[in-house]
């Protein structure tokens, strides 16, 4: 089949990993022709470019600054990015007739570009639903339910929902919210499709490698390594980050290590500068290859959430984490299942972002848990990785949809 990929995720080689590049790798392996069209954002300065590789195709399209800016670009980017798409597609890819469109959200606003798909080529279309906007917009109180953007978004959203053909949920929660909010959409059109990943065969660093990997970062060896890998926005709720490093800046067992770019990281940044803690590193975000070597070398992933969401998020972070068979904390919002999915299959454990009491007994008993109880929630990682978050599954309920 012909495959067409619409995503705000920039894609120019299949070469590297992550959930989208790992998605369409697969549908090339079994002989599809791939089509992806991804932005160029207005910061790299670059012009609208297309390439190949093998049986795929990209189409970068230069845009506004989506990703990781203020909310003002980020709107008027949310808004402008179907037409370009658009217009892209009708210039380099009209020869093409596909036989699926594939989208990811955030944005909702693929529409236009889904329905002139659709009905040129008689193709059918799927949504990777990974982000509810504009409630979490709410959430963040960045919207108000009484404003015309709201209701402009809302109105886009419920129309991305009925011109999809199926919609695949990150989890069983997500799946109740979009039901119970949206009770125009069949139930047959749902189901959980969640963030996956090609499973490498990963072995365990050995502690020589482990020590030189930890000296190269300046991270202590004889202590349990905390990471937080990822976005560093409002919604990672990062005034608890905060609050849980101060809370343990005292505990000489443990360390914290910080890595990753968004919009609240200079903030994070103005507090390890002010505070100056001894026990804990902040870095920017560091290309994939070297944040993989990093994680393996720590002992503990990290997840924060904001306590206001309403809507159920589930952060793709937690795959990497569980692939290095690593035990994991989250703190999060009452809404979300991946706190309840991490103590279910007992590979980590899971607090209410608001409540530090919670976050420092938790942070303990991690700390203090012996060898061996410890190697069965790295092992329990795993599992819950290979049962519930392989590509192939992914692949396979998209086919079959």
């Known amino acids: 089949m012909n495959i067409l990929f619409l995503t705000l995720a920039k894609i120019s080689t299949l070469k590297e990993r992550g959930i989208y590049h790992d998605l369409m790798r697969e549908f090339s392996s079994h002989n599809h022709n791939v089509y992806i069209v991804s932005p160029i954002e207005r910061r790299e300065g670059q012009k609208t470019t297309e390439k190949k590789e093998g049986n795929a195709t990209f189409l970068n399209v230069k845009t506004l600054n989506i990703?990781?800016?203020?909310?003002?670009?980020?709107?008027?980017?949310?808004?402008?990015?179907?037409?370009?798409?658009?217009?892209?597609?009708?210039?380099?890819?009209?020869?093409?007739?596909?036989?699926?469109?594939?989208?990811?959200?955030?944005?909702?606003?693929?529409?236009?570009?889904?329905?002139?798909?659709?009905?040129?080529?008689?193709?059918?279309?799927?949504?990777?639903?990974?982000?509810?906007?504009?409630?979490?917009?709410?959430?963040?109180?960045?919207?108000?339910?009484?404003?015309?953007?709201?209701?402009?978004?809302?109105n886009k959203e419920k129309e991305l929902y009925n011109i999809s053909d199926k919609i695949g949920c990150m989890s069983e929660a997500n799946v109740k919210f979009v039901l119970n909010h949206n009770s125009y959409i069949s139930k047959d059109k749902v189901e959980i499709n969640p963030n996956s990943i090609d499973l490498q065969l990963v072995t365990d660093v050995s502690e020589e490698n482990k020590k030189k990997i930890r000296e190269k970062y300046q991270i202590p060896y004889n202590r349990k390594v905390f990471i937080y890998?990822?976005?560093?926005?409002?919604?990672?709720?990062?005034?608890?980050?905060?609050?849980?490093?101060?809370?343990?800046?005292?505990?000489?067992?443990?360390f914290?290590?910080?890595v990753g770019s968004g919009t609240e990281y200079d903030k994070l940044k103005n507090w390890?500068?002010?505070?100056?803690?001894e026990n804990a590193l902040l870095f920017p975000a560091i290309p994939k290859s070297d944040y993989d070597l990093l994680v393996q070398s720590c002992d503990i992933g990290l997840i924060f959430l904001h306590k206001d969401f309403l809507i159920p998020n589930y952060p793709s972070r937690l795959l990497s984490y569980l692939e290095f068979k690593m035990p994991v904390l989250a703190a999060t919002d009452s809404n979300t299942d991946i706190g309840t999915d991490i103590v279910k299959n007992n590979c980590g454990m899971a607090v209410h972002s608001d409540d530090i009491k919670s976050m420092i007994n938790a942070i303990d008993t991690l700390k203090k848990m012996d060898g061996a109880k410890f190697e069965v929630l790295r092992q329990n990682s795993l599992n819950f990785l290979k049962k519930e978050f392989q590509v192939e599954q992914s692949y396979f309920k998209i086919i079959e949809a």
Not at 272 to 277: A, L, N, R, T, V
């Open 67 to 154: 990703q990781k800016t203020n909310f003002i670009e980020k709107g008027i980017s949310t808004l402008t990015i179907e037409k370009l798409f658009l217009n892209a597609i009708k210039k380099y890819f009209s020869k093409v007739k596909f036989d699926l469109v594939i989208y990811s959200t955030p944005p909702i606003t693929f529409t236009g570009v889904i329905k002139y798909i659709k009905q040129r080529d008689n193709a059918k279309s799927y949504l990777l639903l990974k982000d509810i906007f504009p409630q979490n917009a709410v959430d963040m109180q960045m919207l108000s339910k009484k404003g015309v953007l709201y209701k402009y978004f809302r």
């Open 229 to 254: 890998g990822g976005n560093l926005g409002r919604p990672q709720g990062i005034d608890f980050l905060i609050e849980t490093l101060q809370a343990k800046s005292g505990d000489k067992d443990v």
């Open 256 to 258: 914290f290590v910080i």
């Open 272 to 277: 390890f500068d002010s505070f100056k803690p």
